[in-house]
């Protein structure tokens, strides 16, 4: 049974950081990112990063771009999501997603909250 559990969520001050985790039981996943979900807004791609042999390729929303890093731990199933510079309106719920390739990530996880708020 494949199962992506989030962690890494919290509150934090704008300007901060905040560093998400997702681990991957049940499978092994060449693609695997990140999306959220703000309040009334539809879900959205905030980085992705897929395997190629032994090449990981990542790619961001303009909106993290040099604020947010994507990695992967093949050893350990897992992606990591690191978020620095943090603003109010990176405020959302954040969701895992992987699936054998780009075209077919099916798999979510149960999401993580994530608050910027002074």
Known sequence: QV???ESGGGLVQPGGSLRL?????GSIFNAMGWYRQA???QRELVARITRSGSTNYANYADSVK???TISRDNAKNTVYLQMNSLKPED???YYCNAGPSIA????WGQGTQVT???
Do not use: D, E, H, I
């Open 21 to 25: 985790s997702c681990a991957a039981s």
């Open 39 to 41: 309040p009334g807004k």
């Open 116 to 118: 910027v708020s002074s």
């Open 91 to 93: 405020t959302a719920v």
């Open 3 to 5: 199962q992506l559990v």
């Open 66 to 68: 040099g604020r947010f």
């Open 104 to 107: 077919n990530m099916g798999y």
